[in-house]
């Protein structure tokens, strides 16, 4: 497979590879904290049904007791609770929000902080998972819960240590012998002769005012009094008290009487500054483990995508020269026929010229054909779907495939009775048949067996869900082999673009992520199941088409379409000149009335003026702000039924309704033969042009 791209050279990339490999590896083992990266493996904007655990330091391992977590799904490891998990972790991904919370793991002794945040942008549909021992935090709450209670007990057990009464109007206050003796009054005058300034000069001079402004506003108000202060005992030194009473007022709110007690608080205020101080403490320790979790998590994911981007360019840069090496290859052979031509022409020899002319298009149809594959790759190559039965397909395709493995590969095919209807590009189909059988054939070096099964298939949510894919009919065709199998670390990333087993000069890595990027692109998705030693069988999954009828590849064998047999007017709409004019000679040769315009303004102006067209051959993407949709659209406001054919170089989904098209649309793709738009042109204007979905 990826024969195309064959003279991609990859010893450069994988080097490059093997060292960013080993500067992230040492990146991760400098940190303490453990760190791991999940991959949601129905991408993003799927169900979320589970994700692949694809790498983790050393120091995961050691927060969290789990040993050999890369290359495990949440699935294996956590069945029970992995919707818990899958909703958290989905909800990062798709809001990318940080999600923080604390974990006991009990397997090795630890409170573990988890921080979770989206690595890199929402398509690629990963999360990075940071593991922080907080078992010292957790300590210390311990400890300050237990002072809490301490504080509990001392207010419990908080002594009276006496009560007075102090008569307002006479300003003359009344003490118990508690009361007495704790200040060192003498008994007989506490009990009658006492005034206020006597009680307020054991008050600690820093703590006189409030005292002053805390009676003064309950004896203008009346009613309950409490009031925290610091009083000179009888040994000489100040102790901390709490003074609770009441004030009664008089019918004319003066105040009267005010009775209170006397409370020893200076055990509670000890044991309360203590908690303050743990508290602050706490409160630093936690402030302080926030900015180092966010400055690691931050710095981490920096790095990362610094070393994504890295590698990313080296596969770039590597893909690039090898494009460019096989277009300039492509480019030659045009520009040596084109010159040969003119030099035939010059020379009379028209002869010649045919046999010029083939080759150049020999070199377009390999020009197209590894954009296609580029397209495939990127799941934005232009599909043309048509209702097809896959057992038809796949016996049409049997004689191929057995020249493609050879003869020490026994194939074997397992149609299913009934088959639906699917909806597919049949040429992609047959390409993504013959790439994964060709795949099988590398897999049995020694010879095997090869087995081609298509099925109906009904998914419930749950097993669509797990597949990626709404639920509803779908028609499976599998490819499997009896070959040597793949390991867990292979199977997880068999997918994933520039990744591949083989040789250096073997293969791209290209091949298995264009079959995955066409069943995604066709409504469907694939999947792989294989065990080392046991074979593998690569499954793809296509929906079921409403309608029963296959469509028939009309037979042409290189006769041209016959001419109009009454002149159609067509709209021709390209900003490429060079585009527009080779089409438009073309449905001039075949007789057809042509009008052209090089953008969608000036071809609604244009169409104000020719409202009789009868086709619409429009470019998608075009400048001045109309696309070729855009201008369907307003043309078909006036004109609901007239026919249009799309000419793009790619599937521009924003443009075309995500591939979904109307009847009496269809596209075609650049490069194209005459006699492709003469038999696309026919259909439409004929008014029997197959609705695209």
Known sequence: MDTDLASLSRAALEEQLAQSGV?????LEAIDDGFCIIQFI??????????????????????????????KRLREIEPDNAQTWLDLYGHVLRTGETARFEQEFRAVGRHIEVSARRAGPVELGQVAVLFRDITARKMTEAALHE?????????????IIGTWFWDVPADQFSVDDGFAQAFGFDAATGRTGL???????????????????AMTASLQRGGAYSHQYRTRRHDGNYYWLEANGRVDLAADGTPVAFPGVLIDIEGRRAVEAERDRALAALRALNDTLEQRVEERTAALLQAQEALRQSQKMDAVGQLTGGLAHDFNNILAGVAGSLELMKIRLGQGRVLDLERHVGAAQSAVRRAAALTQRL?????RQTLD?????????VASMRELVCRSV??????????????????????????????????????????????????????????ARERGVAAGDYVALSVGDSGVGMTAEVLARAFDPFFTTKPAGQGTGLGLSMVYGFAGQSGGTAWITSQPGQGATVCLLLPRHAGDSVWEEPATDGVAVAPALWRKKILVVDDEPLVRTVAVEMLDDLGYDVIEADDGPSALALFAGHQDIDLLVTDVGMPNGMTGRQLADAIRARRPDLPVLFVTGYAEHAVLNHG?????????????AADALARRVQELTAGEGTPQR
């Not at 779907?385 to 038809?392: A, D, E, G, Y």
């Not at 020490?408 to 049949?426: E, H, R, Y």
């Not at 049995?444 to 099925?455: E, F, K, Q, V, Y």
């Not at 979904?660 to 194209?672: A, D, N, S, V, Y």
């Open 23 to 27: 500067r992230r590896h040492a990146l």
């Open 42 to 71: 129905d991408g993003p904007h799927g169900p979320l049904s589970d994700y692949l655990h694809i790498e983790a330091n050393s120091g995961y391992e050691r927060h969290t007791g789990i040993r050999g977590i890369v290359g």
């Open 147 to 159: 002072n809490v209670q301490r504080v509990q007990l001392a207010l419990a057990a908080g002594a």
């Open 195 to 213: 005034k206020l300034a006597d009680i307020v000069a054991t008050v600690h001079p820093d703590d006189r005012a409030g005292l002053a402004a």
């Open 375 to 379: 397209l495939a790759f990127s799941r």
């Open 385 to 393: 779907p048509k209702p097809s039965n896959l057992n038809r397909i």
């Open 406 to 463: 050879g003869p020490a590969i026994a194939v074997d095919t397992m149609a299913a009775d009934g088959l639906w209807t699917t909806f597919v590009d049949i040429g992609q189909l047959e390409n993504a048949l013959l790439n994964l059988c060709i795949n099988a054939r590398d897999a049995m070096p020694g010879g095997g067996r090869l087995t081609i099964a298509t099925a109906n298939q009904t998914l419930d949510d749950a097993r």
């Open 660 to 672: 979904h098209l109307e009847r009496g649309m269809q596209i075609l793709t650049k490069p194209f």
